[in-house]
T-cell receptor, first 113, second 112 residues
Framework: DTEVTQTPKHLVMGMTNKKSLKCEQH?????MYWYKQKAKKPPELMFV???????INESVPSRFSPECPNSSLLNLHLHALQPEDSALYLC????????????FGPGTRLTVL | GIQVEQSPPDLILQEGANSTLRCNFS?????LQWFHQNPWGQLINLFY???GTKQNGRLSATTVATERYSLLYISSSQTTDSGVYFC??????????????FGTGTLLAVQP
């Protein structure tokens, strides 16, 4: 099973709201990732968790707060977002330990009003 | 960090035609992947190919790591092949980084 699931599929939020995106994988992967993709652009890496520890933060604003409660789950907490944060947010996972083929979830399409 | 370039940026084909998409990268790679992004945004894994040649049905890919390029071949194209094709690479100096860098993509439209 090479499936990564993400919820919700769509999210509309105001600039004062707090919301969370969720990602789950059951492939036993030990690395998980958040990417952001604007329209007509490639995905851009935001965060990497390796063995449940944050290993890479690509200078993402603090209004995005990642969390990895366990090896299967990855959350992205959103607070005080701006309209320019509207994008497709993609989660991915990989086995880790040098086996780095990444598998992506279907994404959450976020609109900030 | 590693840089990834794709060509062509856009491609229009008639159904049944063949095509070749190219990906150039600036450094040695630990990971090179080809993806197809469907209209709903899902990134579908096509190939994990840091070196060598692989085939899967009508698709095949070749990576020549020493010359820093990869090619994706689509044969007998179908309308369902339409979408954006991304090449993504991880590598550069220092070995594995877990940082997958995407090219700007090739937008493919297959017309019936």
């Amino acid at each position: 099973d090479t499936e990564v699931t993400q919820t919700p599929k769509h999210l509309v939020m105001g600039m004062t709201n707090k919301k969370s995106l969720k990602c789950e994988q059951h492939m036993g992967h030990r690395a998980m990732y958040w990417y952001k993709q604007k329209a007509k652009k490639p995905p851009e890496l935001m965060f990497v968790y390796s063995y449940e520890k944050l290993s890479i933060n690509e200078s993402v604003p603090s209004r995005f707060s990642p969390e990895c409660p366990n090896s299967s789950l990855l959350n992205l907490h959103l607070h005080a977002l701006q309209p320019e944060d509207s994008a497709l947010y993609l989660c991915a996972s990989s086995q880790g330990e040098g086996f780095n083929e990444q598998f992506f979830g279907p994404g959450t399409r976020l609109t900030v009003l | 960090g590693i840089q990834v370039e794709q060509s062509p940026p856009d491609l229009i084909l008639q159904e049944g035609a063949n095509s070749t998409l190219r990906c150039n990268f600036s450094d040695s790679v630990n990971n090179l992947q080809w993806f197809h992004q469907n209209p709903w945004g899902q990134l579908i894994n096509l190939f994990y190919i840091p070196s060598g040649t692989k085939q899967n049905g009508r698709l095949s890919a070749t990576t020549v790591a020493t010359e820093r390029y990869s090619l994706l071949y689509i044969s007998s194209s179908q309308t369902t092949d339409s979408g954006v094709y991304f090449c993504a690479a991880e590598g550069g100096y220092g070995g594995a980084t877990n940082k997958l860098i995407f090219g700007t993509g090739t937008l493919l439209a297959v017309q019936p």
